[in-house]
């Protein structure tokens, strides 16, 4: 019976991708699709809008939406709540069309009406293990947060339909070029502020590390994969209609993203649970995409093509790519977490003798998030750094001053991003274990590797073949900068050459890593090979906690950057001269949200208490506010006729 | 070419947010005791030459010569560990000063005209600001009272930016220089080591009524 | 053209070092060919394998080594191409070296030793920090120059022709000790990293690979010295002579790949290895001295 509800939710979703990625994909090569659904009075015309930069988002949402779906059946057999999963079942499929309907519609009400459906089902779908507490902690975080930024857009959008009285996206352009120039900047500001609480901008991102450890692995997955990518859609639909102050915007948008990359790389390296580090690691990577955006605005605004080029190719690239070695790397850590039951880095080990597929796919994805070649990361750094390097000989000093930081910035993004991942491939998956488990761990059903092995040769194509994933992105780049269609200009080819030639690097680079692999079993053959246990300096006893934990191998690190994390360390004193067991750890804890949330919390619970008389249970009370209410609003409309009335007696004397 | 004296000038001042040991800095100030006299050379070269060959013997006398004499003298003398404790790392230090360069340059930049835009105006400024925050960060008096040196080099270079036209200012400037040696080095620092025996700056606050 | 070079002083690069280093002491040192010897004996010799090491551990020394002969393709010989050579290569390049490292580390903590967490450990920060100097110091040339790939950039450094000609001869000096001081960092010898030793406090590369035996261990030894005569490529392209005889300049190339190895030597007999935990700020000291070559290349461009 569970079986087949599985199979229908992925025919489903199958049906539905397929018929969408074939309408999304024709608009990617220019086609667009529009169509007018006829509203009511209220909500006015619906215009389904389906352009390249729509298209392009759905054909990521489709892809990990399939490789999702795959994945989660596979995950969810073991669960027993057959109830529970056929509401999961069906809010899943809910999800998947409200995300594809919020890259399509181009309606204000009928938009925030979309956006609010997929938030309330992406919730239900992220508390799925409701009996944890911190499930639904964690879920309720994201709901909050998720509807603060919805205020945000909801205001923003009232205040363009109250100037110009449409409610069609359009009306967002009318109103910027009517407007003055800081207004329509202020405008932004509040619409990044809204689509940012979904992203997961740094300060907005308080959010994002508990949701995704929470959910179940799939879930995980989706939602760093193509969720928070939807904050990033809503971003540059807003930035297509807002065609002016590109500069300012874009220096705005540079800004916080190369403060959410530094910031979540920094915190994703302490972490000790493998799906936080993972969703720290989403934030940095939003902070890739955002600076991506950020430079190509600044392009625009320049009027540089090179560079705008370079930026909105490499941002909407990086988007493509971020679901796809993210996905797969929650697939991983969900199946290790099925294997194992535990998501504690410092608690595994040696898995890849045990799970040795899994183990691949998750170096693949690591090699891959790392930006190194051969794979995808690298093309679209590469991208982004190309069009860093060339705004670096710019007339002012400042500017160049300011993208040399933020070229630097990219480079250590890069570089402790490895830190990061050494550390979770590393401990996770090599040495040996490092505390027993409880039930030997076995490679995870076919199921759930097929999907994963989608995902890996997809980004192994991205690397391999860059310039044909190029092409595909000549449509979106092409909305912001329309002079690249033009056929005189070369930069697409240009650039299209460049990445065929990295492209075929890393075919060479796997080819001469064969060929000295191969030359080493020929040699060996004759030689004596013998295995024998790791070298341990004389020491007799070879005890697995003898390797290094995750802590001591970021402990350098984070020697370093303490200034900035705030540590709390439980420590044991040791004070008897035979010591019983003691522990020690540390935590860390992020700052910022310490300082934006939890004293803003603790002040409003304060002042709330204050006000709790008010809920004292009495229903004469609460009948006593429906009539204070009552008076005040009679009061109140006829508040000017009453005015009059007193100034009139006033006047008498 | 003066250019790259001013880079160097600069190289000196991040190996002394990175000095560990007190003769590692005190070799720094020898060097830009050195880079000064070079940069006075190659700049003030249309002021009268006795003024001119007066300020050069001053600078590489007092600066490259006495001063450092006197603070390995006194090192020796009050038998003060010979390492530097910071309050804030080394490694941040560094991070810190090197943001400050950055800032400066770029302040410097948007500020463009009349003196700011001058390249001796940023290094100096970077210079006091660099010399400023050591003091901040750093236990020993001997370290105070050396990046108090550092700050008086920079007001020198300061009197640098329009050293050409008014010389007097650069007199000015060393005599800055002849005050800070006989004052601070010569009466403070010996009466101090007689007084405090560990050289803490925390130990200053006794002075307070 | 470079690349052939570059692979026959790395042949020599290594016993070098060692040979300046005994001179210094006083004592005459191991043959300029010794380390190759050494090399050929290792290849030849059977590998013993650790129990807790997977198949990444067997895979990671022909990954490092094909990333670095990868890399090798891309130095340019004066105004001759590398092999391979488009816009911003040296992106490439960076990452390539990088993807190296990943692998060493990775296989590091394959073995399950503490002592090779802990050399993975440090050298993971220590490249993340060194990483910095290289962009900025091969972004002020390509500032200077006004082109953004090896080749081009490499080409086009011609000293005379900028306003201030002593400040661009001081420039590509820095450039070419900022490069000395990375080839050091990034082969861990002294004053990062001692590479004779097997203590615990001066581990950073040496230790890595001390469960590698027999083939693999050969490989990375080989590919420490190209790695170190890549560097001294880089280098030697800062002062090359446009001249039409290529044989001037295969002269400079040799003659400044010896400097290179003997400077090597020079600083590992006068230096005191640092304290391990004095080496981030120096590491960083790099990057910062790099910064100012940017701010160098600014005054000459006359921005600021």
Redesign the interface.
Known sequence: MKNRNGLILIFLTLALGAATSFVAFNALMGRNFEFVLSGNTILGQIPIRIDALSAWMILIINFTFTTGVLYGTGYLRNYNTSANLKLHQFLFFVLHLSMILVCSIQNFIAFLIVWEIMTVSSFLLIIFEYWKKETIKAGLNFFIQSHIGVLFIIVSFIWVMSQTGLADFNAVRLFATHQPGAVAITLFVLLFIGFGFKAGFVPFHTWLPYAHPAAPSHISGMMSGVIIKLGIYGILRMLLLINSNYIVIGEIILFVSVFSGLYGVILAIVQHNLKRLLAYHSIENIGIIGIGIGIGTIGLGLKNDFLAVAGFAGGLLHILNHSLFKSLLFYGAGSIYQQTHTLEIEQL??L??RM?RT?VLF?IAA?AI????PLNG?IS??LI??GL??S??S?S?AF?LFM?SV??AL??I???A??CF??A???VF???ERKQYHVEPKEVSRMMLFPQYMAAVMIISIGLFPQLFLQLLKNPVALFVPDILNSSNGIFSYQS??LT??GF?GI??TV???V??EI?TL??RN???????????GYKTND?R???TAS??????S??IEPILSMHKDVAVVNEIFPGNKQYSTHYYDKLEFYLIDKNLKWLKKLLLKLNFLQNGRTQFYILYGLIFILLIIFISYGEYIWNTIKGFFKLF | ?V??LL?FF??TL??CA?A?RLKTFIKAIACQGLLLFGIFFLRLNEINTVNLVLLLLETLIFKAVVIPYFLHYLIKKNKINRESDPYIS??TS??I??FI??TT?YL??TLRGGVF?N?YF?VSMITIFTGLFLMISRKKIITHVMSFIIMENGVVVLSLTVGIEMPMLVNLGILLDIFVTVLVLGIFANKIGDIFKEAEVGHLERLRD | MSFILIILSSLFFTGIINRTKSILSGRKGPGIFQPLRDIRRL????????????F?F??A???Y???V??AALFIPFGENRGL?S???DF??F???L??G??FN??AA??????????G???E??Y???A??AF??TI?SL??LT?Y?SFYQIFSSIHYSESA?P??AY?LGL?ASIVFLFLGIIENSRVPVDDPKTHLELTMVHEVMI??NS???LG?IFYTGSLKFALYGGLIANLFFLSSPYAVINILIFFSLQVLYASTVGIVESFMARLRM??N???I??I???S??I???V??VIG??
């Open positions: 080990g040696g890849i003798k040795p183990a170096l090699i790392c930006g190194l070649p690298f750094e590469y750094f190309s390097y060339s670096l000989k007339n000093f160049s040399l070229f630097v480079a250590v890069g570089g402790l490895m830190l050494t550390k491939f590393g401990i090599l040495g040996t050459g460049i030639q990295i690097i060479i680079l001469l890593v064969f000295v692999y080493k040699t060996g030689k004596i090979n013998s295995v024998s246990p790791t070298w341990g300096c697995p003898l390797q290094y001591s191998f970021v402990k350098t690190y020697n370093l | 070419m250019n790259l880079i600069i190289v991040f190996v990175t560990i080394n490694f560094l991070f000063i090197t360069v950055m340059f410097a930049n835009g390249i940023v | 290849l030849k010799k059977g590998s013993v394998y650790s129990e807790t090491s997977s990444i067997k895979l020394p022909a990954v080594f094909s990333t002969f990868a391979i488009f816009q911003f992106v490439l960076a990452y390539l990088a993807l490292k990943f580390i990775i903590l394959d073995t399950g030793s503490s002592f090779e967490g802990m993975a450990s440090r993971a920060l490249s993340m920090l990483e910095p962009f900025i972004g390509g500032l006004g953004s201030s002593a400040i001081a820095l001390l469960d027999g083939f693999d490989v935990n004095q981030p700020q120096f960083l000291m990057s910062s001295v910064l100012l940017f701010i160098g600014m005054i921005k600021i």
